[in-house]
């Protein structure tokens, strides 16, 4: 059964930059497409990024050219690259498959980005 678990997501002044990590558990994690997804306060969770199992990525429209999304097979374990942060980038980070999966939330990583 495949786990994920996220780690380093901290509070950051805007301008500042983060690295994110998902972890995965599971032989078979890595056929799998993958995304980052967030949640803000009283807002949906959206897919901020995703990369294929092939490696080619997409970004969503607010974090483009800001964020980068990256996976190491060999580690099983997916990156957010994450610069030029923003005050409206604070949420609780996820990593799942893409599309979600609902067996595979895990609890996430908190990014708080405030002077």
């Known amino acids: 059964q495949v786990q994920l678990v996220e780690s380093g997501g901290g509070v950051v002044q805007p301008g500042g930059s983060l690295r994110l990590s998902c972890a995965a558990s599971?032989?078979?994690?890595?056929?799998?497409?993958m995304g980052w997804y967030r949640q803000a306060p009283g807002k949906q969770r959206e897919l901020v990024a995703a990369v294929s199992s092939a490696g080619s990525t997409k970004y969503g429209a607010s974090v483009k050219g800001r964020f980068t999304i990256s996976r190491d097979n060999a580690k099983n374990t997916v990156y957010l690259q994450m610069n030029s942060l923003k005050p409206e980038d604070t949420a609780v980070y996820y990593c799942n498959k893409n599309p979600s999966l609902a067996a595979l939330w895990g609890q996430g990583t908190q990014v708080t980005v405030s002077s």
């Open positions: 599971g032989s078979i994690a890595w056929i799998y497409d």
